[in-house]
Nanobody, 117 residues
Framework: QLQASGGGLVQPGGSLRLSCAAS????????MGWFRQAPGKQRELVATATSRGSTNYADSVKGRLTLSRDNARNTVILQMTSLKPEDSAVYYC?????????????WGQGTLVTVSS
């Protein structure tokens, strides 16, 4: 239901673009964005955007990563620049919202980002 793409290997200081699209079966997405999990670490927030246009970034990525959202297409794009080795992780797309009176969280399959020389 969430299709993520764009991961890969990049050198330090390089750029990557991750995209995530929600299928038509997911409606009324309130919050959509990216989390990441490095080996041996907990999954952490990278950036999220609400349907009203508010964005939230982890302090470690501010100024380097930019999240954009297209509500009509249910997609988010994470533009990553000035990448560092510590950005290496599996990146997961997440979409959350209300289905009736039930809050849902949908996760994508994850895409690997490796920053290494």
């Amino acid at each position: 239901q969430l299709q993520a793409s764009g991961g890969g290997l990049v050198q330090p200081g390089g750029s990557l673009r991750l995209s995530c699209a929600a299928s038509g079966s997911i409606f009324s997405i309130d919050v959509m964005g990216w989390f990441r999990q490095a080996p041996g670490k907990q999954r952490e927030l990278v950036a999220t955007a609400t349907s009203r246009g508010s964005t939230n970034y982890a302090d470690s990525v501010k100024g380097r990563l930019t999240l954009s959202r297209d509500n009509a297409r249910n997609t988010v794009i994470l533009q990553m620049t000035s990448l560092k080795p510590e950005d290496s992780a599996v990146y997961y797309c997440k979409a959350s919202g209300w289905s009736g009176r039930t809050w849902y969280d949908h996760w994508g399959q994850g895409t690997l980002v490796t920053v290494s020389s």
